[in-house]
């Protein structure tokens, strides 16, 4: 389809069985908005987060899209027709308590979407907000496919800031799937003196010391505190992060944080979850509870360096789809346990 019909194909999500491609009609640009050819979009786990999306469906969804723009409304600046762009969905005001406080992702404009339909669509349009500060330019030696990463590791680098990653650190990382993957990577960068990863799947287990970790322990095997004991020189870790979305994995995760320690959530549970909370332990240990939701527009362009110096090698952890194998792409995302990350070309 074409711009100028004002038309395009989207993917709606329904329900947990059921994501459909459909034609939508795309609204006339404002002054100050853009219209982006989507490229490709990244599928989140969020995406296929069940207890998040039915609330909301049926909804036109995805959120880690590239593209170039195809259009300009007569007030936009610092962006051309043509221009290769990453496009953040959520921007923060930079004027609100939260955002004077550096707490961008607290901010209640941050929290509303700013494209549409989604970033499973052949053309999105992005609002004035959007373009301003969350568009970002791409260099033309930065795929299309590659760029779709800077919002997850965007989101990871909010993690690592948040969790005050420093030298010297031991870090524990909880789960091997992308984002974990990517937290084990960026806790090396930003100068841990160990990296330790906990995973079950063998696969994950292995790329997981593909990206640096220098320790990995199996969970359905050993003992948790035991195993980070013997490679970290009997003590336990300064940091862990832990990015599976269930209480069990938070649970177990208090055991393995150090006196005086920092355990971040990186992922939410589904409402009325919860998890058993050793207060004695954590009190009398001063543990530090933390979590991290989303990235700013510092991260974002951070990410970008990242991915624009090479710094990341993530072409072993990606694989593509064509935007009419959505159906195939989802199922994968769902089933198969050597899938690190999907992401769909349009």
Request: net charge neutral.
């Amino acid at each position: 389809m074409s711009p100028e019909a004002g038309l395009t194909k989207a993917l709606k999500y329904y329900d947990r069985k059921t994501v459909k491609m459909e034609t939508v009609l795309i609204p006339p640009l404002e002054e100050d908005e853009v219209l982006v050819e989507t490229k490709a979009c990244g599928i989140c786990s969020s995406d296929i987060m069940d207890w998040y999306r039915e609330p909301h469906a049926p909804a036109f969804f995805g959120h880690e899209p590239a593209g170039v723009i195809v259009k300009t409304g007569p007030r936009v600046k610092g962006f051309r027709l043509g221009a290769r762009v990453f496009v953040h969905h959520h921007v923060p005001c930079f004027v609100c308590r939260y955002c004077r406080k550096g707490d961008y992702s607290m901010c209640l404009n941050f929290r509303e979407n700013g494209i549409y339909p989604g970033g499973f669509s052949q053309f999105i349009k992005v609002q004035g907000e959007n373009v301003r500060r969350g568009l970002l330019t791409l260099p033309s030696s930065l795929p299309f496919v590659n760029a779709t990463l800077i919002e997850p590791i965007a989101c990871c680098l909010q993690a690592i800031h948040r969790a005050g990653v420093s030298v010297g650190d031991t870090v524990v990382v909880v789960g091997a799937g992308f984002n974990g993957l990517i937290l084990t990577f960026l806790s090396k960068i930003f100068g841990s003196q160990k990296t330790i990863v906990i995973e079950p799947n063998e696969f994950r287990f292995e790329l997981a010391s593909r990206l640096g970790a220098d320790g990995a322990i199996n969970p359905d095997k050993e003992n948790l505190v035991e195993a980070i004991k013997e490679i970290n020189g009997g003590r336990l870790a300064d940091i862990v992060l832990v990015t599976p979305p269930f209480p069990k994995a938070v649970e177990s995760s208090i055991s393995l944080v150090d006196r005086g320690g920092i355990l971040l959530l990186y992922a939410p549970s589904a409402p009325g979850e919860s998890f058993a909370f050793p207060i004695y332990q954590v009190y009398f240990s001063q543990i530090t509870i933390k979590t991290s939701y989303s990235a700013s527009p510092i991260h974002t362009r951070e990410a970008l360096q990242l991915l624009n110096n090479d710094l990341i090698d993530v072409d072993q952890l990606v694989t593509t789809y064509s935007f009419s194998d959505f159906e195939k792409a989802f199922s994968a995302v769902r089933n198969d346990k050597k899938l690190i990350k999907a992401v769909l070309e349009i």
